[in-house]
T-cell receptor, first 110, second 113 residues
Framework: QQQVKQSPQSLIVQKGGISIINCAYE??????FPWYQQFPGKGPALLIA?????SEKKEGRFTISFNKSAKQFSLHIMDSQPGDSATYFC?????????FGAGTTVTVRA | DTEVTQTPKHLVMGMTNKKSLKCEQH?????MYWYKQKAKKPPELMFV???????INESVPSRFSPECPNSSLLNLHLHALQPEDSALYLC????????????FGDGTRLSIL
């Protein structure tokens, strides 16, 4: 049973555009919500993370929006660049285990 | 460059071979993890080590045998693997079990002939 649902499966955005990836969860015990970025042939790298006491967190061009009541969180990539082309995984955790979403492949066209 | 180093980067082995994957971290982390990742899928947890002791085994077949010789090293011994075991094997670490974030290595790409 997938505990974190991620959408879309893939998206294409023009350089300079905004990429938006959404995730939803059911387990209200989750207290840590990271986003990982993975390039082909590489391992997942932590991009940004949030805890449920905060509704938004921004780091450079990357922003997490968190809606605790709706049990949803999203990643916004502003001013998307070709170097952002990668697979993005959302995840949720309340202990040692990370429950990952299915992943979103982002392609940024120059 | 990641702070979790995995070797080898690629490994091809037959179903009767015995091989080992290695992982090393020098961040002083006391929890280390093995994950399996199939193409276009998210990582799946296999094992968790806490203070060099096996803490969690996610019902992994016995042909996978983990070992933690010391706080910086983690091995995964492989024997009699099946073609469906071909995947990217990722190592990760965190300060202690349950602490976040987990830091991943770049993995070993394993192919079973």
């Amino acid at each position: 049973q997938q505990q974190v649902k991620q959408s879309p499966q893939s998206l294409i955005v023009q350089k300079g555009g905004i990429s938006i990836i959404n995730c939803a969860y059911e387990n209200t015990a989750f207290d840590y919500f990271p986003w990982y970025q993975q390039f082909p042939g590489k391992g997942p790298a932590l991009l940004i993370a949030i805890r449920p006491d905060v509704s938004e967190k921004k780091e450079g061009r990357f922003t997490i929006s968190f809606n605790k009541s709706a049990k949803q969180f999203s990643l916004h990539i502003m001013d998307s660049q070709p170097g952002d082309s990668a697979t993005y995984f959302c995840a949720a955790s309340n202990d040692y285990k990370l429950s990952f979403g299915a992943g979103t492949t982002v392609t940024v066209r120059a | 460059d990641t702070e979790v180093t995995q070797t080898p980067k690629h490994l091809v082995m037959g179903m009767t071979n015995k091989k080992s994957l290695k992982c090393e971290q020098h961040m002083g982390h006391r929890a280390m993890y093995w994950y399996k990742q199939k193409a276009k899928k998210p990582p799946e947890l296999m094992f968790v080590y806490s203070y060099e002791k096996l803490s969690i085994n996610e019902s992994v077949p016995s042909r996978f045998s983990p070992e933690c010789p010391n706080s910086s090293l983690l091995n995964l011994h492989l024997h009699a693997l099946q073609p469906e075991d071909s995947a990217l094997y990722l190592c990760a670490s965190s300060q202690v079990q349950g602490a976040q974030p987990q830091h991943f290595g770049d993995g070993t790409r394993l192919s079973i002939l």
